[in-house]
């Protein structure tokens, strides 16, 4: 049995002349005739000289062209990701094309659910960013070559390279869509114990925390801290200690952390500063070690424990110490002043407190000696010691004169004010129960010009003359 | 029944229903399709006559004379509706001719629904192009290159005018183009185009269809006949891949619901459960096996490949009812898992396994 194909013609001459292929697409027409031969089909008028004229250039000008294969016609026709995409399939890296595609549908898919109103919206579509495509896929490439000779250390430095350019051109979610594929990758590598997979835990756990997923980012840094235990001797390519960065990076995470558990549960940020000031001192930074003490310490007198406080507190004044920090030196004064003071234990407070100006006063620091004096003032005044308490809102006021820094001249301005009013107050009363003449004298001048005779000595005959 | 071209009434000249050559018998049944040969006639009747005949009548019958507009337009409708079904009936057939492999018989096929395509929507509809593709694919198989590539270029064509054509036509063009090219040894074009195939399919459906993955097959091929082995490898490793996820789901869907399956309610779970339609069953078949003969012959090839291989075909027979062959290659799979690091897929195996033999 042989049934003939039907020749494709037989069945209308709708079955083209191929010649139309030649011109430049165009819209589909209504009639499937090829509109370069309209003349000689219909046949109802001859062309003028003028239209064959124009028809003949037209020939000859095609005819100096050269004829387009049709790969180079597809570049004409197709958009510059189709044509990549139909490359590299060619060339057999589906991989490359399959993780491509993705991204690119990732993209769209969020564009679209974020709606016209939103940023996403106006943002260049990565697949009409030529450059970041040729570059994605010249890396791809790489690494699914190296994939298929299990070469997996190439793998990791090509997406680590992706990583790093989308990171300097500012496309985030490419840059840790590679870190995490980065991670992914060194993972499974084996034979370095865990050095490449520990750099993917820190860039991931970078990359999270700069996206505001603080706890994911802690778990990857824990990662990094726990691979890099026991290698100590490893560095970055930028020469830093691995586990040193480790533990600063750790530290920093908890800080931020407990930061934003601060107004909600104190306690929980106290655990977490615990953790941060664990690892500072593996760190072996004594500075971060010092900051992240304090910052326990500063908690803990908040949370009302000011006698644990006061031993964080002078762990950073020792550090301070050590590192002859003067500015640092103040700021422990003042903390461990306040944490006593929290306690009851006015003296030592004040103690502290004028060692903060000592050391205010040593460095220069203006700002700080206002602070300290006024701080002192304050203490003074409540203990009820106006004489010192004067002299030092004095001081802090001239200081804060002397710097115009206007919120603080009217803040101590009213504080030695009180205090000095505070001073006055037991005389002026005094004055005004005896109510002699020269009491009333006394009395007057002050109202008159604010002239302040209440310290001197009264005479005997009025204090006599009341008694 | 026998005619002679000399007797027909003046102006009428009937034509064979294959070839269009003057007609010499006529089909007894219908009495409206005639044939220059007996050749023809049965050529047509085993490829499409045979459920077509009774329904061509009305559509061949000449026109009565109806008085009213009303009427008119009615008729009009009643014809455009009965050739629609026809486009879809023959066009159905014609595909599920081919996915059996007789290309011969899927010819008259193809033709019927191109002609029916071409009265309701005109010769440069995109609505021709299945059944282009469909004579084109059918030509493929039986090694008429420059019919195919007339019909190819045909489809291409109208699909390069119609710019708004859908992305599943456009694959498949694809598809079609560059199995005719792998045909005519020409693998480089032939990769152009499987590749415009996955991009297209892709888009349609994602990078991870089993609708996508008959380019990827095909792609593997013609690196394989390119003697590209590791790129050829690597894309049959996507192949099995893809065809293993979406079967280990179809059993998966399977195994939640089997009382559903054979219970009163059976009739209305069948919408729900996405299963393999008659042509992708076929394309399993073929892939999978084709991988698996390769795997097996390839003596340097991971055990991980043929024990992946292996299950996939086991589900595969398994969804198909065919429980003895899920067994068999559930076996294979598992001998070759042995060698396999990755304890949860030997694990997967082994329960697939047991899942069968509770079967029977």
Redesign the interface.
């Known amino acids: 049995?042989?049934?003939?194909?039907?020749?494709?013609g037989?069945?209308?001459e709708?079955?083209?002349s191929?010649s139309?292929?030649l011109l430049n697409?165009?819209?589909?027409?209504?009639?499937?005739h090829g509109s370069a031969n309209v003349y000689v089909h219909t046949g109802k008028r001859y062309p003028s000289k003028k239209e064959r004229e124009k028809e003949q250039r037209k020939v000859r000008l095609r005819a100096q062209q050269s004829e387009l294969s049709?790969?180079q016609t597809s570049y004409y026709r197709n958009s510059y990701k189709?044509n990549m995409?139909?490359?590299?399939?060619?060339e057999?890296f589906?991989?490359s094309?399959?993780e491509l595609?993705?991204l690119i549908?990732m993209q769209n898919e969020e564009r679209e659910k974020a709606g016209p109103e939103s940023v996403l919206w106006n943002q260049e579509l990565l697949e009409n960013e030529c450059d970041k495509l040729d570059m994605l896929r010249e890396q791809l490439c790489l690494v699914e070559n190296a994939m298929?000779q299990g070469n997996y250390a190439e793998v990791y430095t090509c997406r680590f390279k992706l990583a790093r350019y989308f990171q300097s051109t500012n496309d985030k979610w490419l840059s840790d869509h590679f870190f995490e594929s980065c991670l992914a990758t060194a993972t499974g590598i084996k034979t370095d114990e865990g050095k490449m997979a520990a750099e993917g835990h820190c860039n991931v756990g970078l990359a999270l925390e700069e996206s505001g997923d603080l706890h994911d980012a802690a778990k990857n840094f824990e990662n990094f801290f726990a691979l890099t235990e026991g290698h100590e001797d490893w560095i970055f390519d930028n020469d830093k200690l691995m586990h040193c960065e480790a533990c600063i990076h750790l530290t920093r995470i908890y800080t931020a952390i407990s930061d934003v558990c601060k107004e909600s549960d104190l306690s929980l940020s106290i655990e977490f500063l615990t953790k941060a000031t664990e690892m500072s001192l593996k760190s072996g930074d004594k500075q971060l070690h010092g900051e992240a003490c304090f910052r326990l310490g500063s908690a803990y007198e908040k949370n009302g424990d000011p006698e644990t406080a006061l031993t964080y507190l002078n762990k950073y004044l020792e550090i301070c110490r050590s590192l002859r920090d003067n500015a640092e030196i103040g700021k422990a004064c003042e903390a461990i002043a306040k944490a006593f003071e929290k306690k009851g234990k006015i003296e030592e407070s004040i103690r502290y407190l004028e060692m903060f100006v000592e050391v205010a006063e040593q460095s220069q620091d203006e700002k700080s000696i206002s602070r300290a004096c006024s701080d002192l003032g304050t203490m003074f005044n409540s203990l009820g010691r106006y004489d010192q308490a004067v002299d030092y809102f004095n001081r802090s006021y001239n200081i804060s004169r002397s710097l115009n820094d206007v919120e603080a001249i009217s803040s101590s301005r009213v504080l030695f004010g009180v205090a000095a009013a505070h001073k006055m107050v037991q005389n002026f009363s005094q004055h005004v129960e005896l109510g002699g003449r020269i009491c009333m004298e006394r009395l007057l001048e002050w109202k008159d010009n604010r002239g302040d005779e209440f310290d001197k000595e009264l005479p005997k005959s009025e204090r006599i003359l009341n008694l | 029944m026998a005619l002679n071209p000399l007797a027909n009434p003046k102006g009428v000249d009937l034509k064979c229903e294959l070839c269009q050559k003057p007609a010499f018998i006529q089909c007894t049944q219908c009495r409206v399709t005639y044939y220059c040969g007996v050749e023809h006639q049965k050529a047509d009747w085993l490829g499409i006559h045979e459920k077509i005949c009774p329904l061509l009548v009305p559509l061949r019958t000449a026109v009565p004379f109806l008085a009213s507009e009303e009427e008119r337009q009615h008729r009009q409708e009643q014809l455009l509706h009965r050739q629609k079904q026809m486009i879809e009936l023959t066009r159905t057939t014609g595909q599920k001719l081919l996915f059996e492999g007789k290309h011969e018989q899927a010819v008259p096929a193809a033709m019927q629904s191109l002609r029916f395509a071409i009265q309701v929507y005109g010769l440069a509809s995109i609505q021709l192009v299945p059944s282009y593709l469909i004579l084109g694919e059918a030509s493929i198989g039986l090694g008429r290159l420059s019919q195919a590539e007339e019909y190819l270029s045909q489809a291409q064509w109208t699909v390069l005018k119609t710019p708004e054509c859908s992305n599943a036509i456009r694959s498949k063009l694809h598809r079609n183009l560059g199995l005719l090219n792998a045909a005519k040894v020409e693998y480089d074009e032939a990769l152009r185009h499987f590749a415009g195939d996955i991009y297209h399919a892709s888009e349609e459906f994602g990078t991870e269809d089993i609708r996508t993955s008959g380019g990827y097959f095909h792609m593997a091929n013609a690196f394989f006949r390119q003697n590209k082995m590791d790129t050829a490898d690597s894309l049959y490793e996507e192949v099995t891949g893809i065809w293993y996820e979406h079967l280990s789901r179809l059993v998966q869907a399977r195994l939640a619901s089997p009382a559903t399956r054979n219970g009163p309610l059976a009739g209305s779970n069948e919408e729900e459960e996405e299963g393999l339609d008659e042509a992708q069953e076929a394309e399993a078949i073929q892939v999978l096996n084709a991988i698996f003969d390769m795997r097996e012959n390839q003596a340097g090839s991971a055990p991980e490949s043929l024990a992946k291989v292996s299950h996939a075909l086991a589900m595969l027979y398994y969804l198909l009812h065919d429980v003895d062959k899920a067994k068999d290659f559930g076996r294979k799979g598992v001998s070759a898992s042995e060698g396999v690091q990755d304890e949860e897929f030997s694990r997967s195996i082994v329960e697939f396994l047991k899942v069968c033999e509770r079967v029977v």
């Open positions: 049995m042989a049934a003939i194909l039907p020749a494709i037989r069945h209308g709708h079955l083209v191929q139309p292929i697409p165009t819209p589909p027409s209504k009639s499937a049709k790969n189709h995409c139909l490359d590299m399939l060619c057999g589906h991989k094309f399959s595609f993705a549908k298929r």
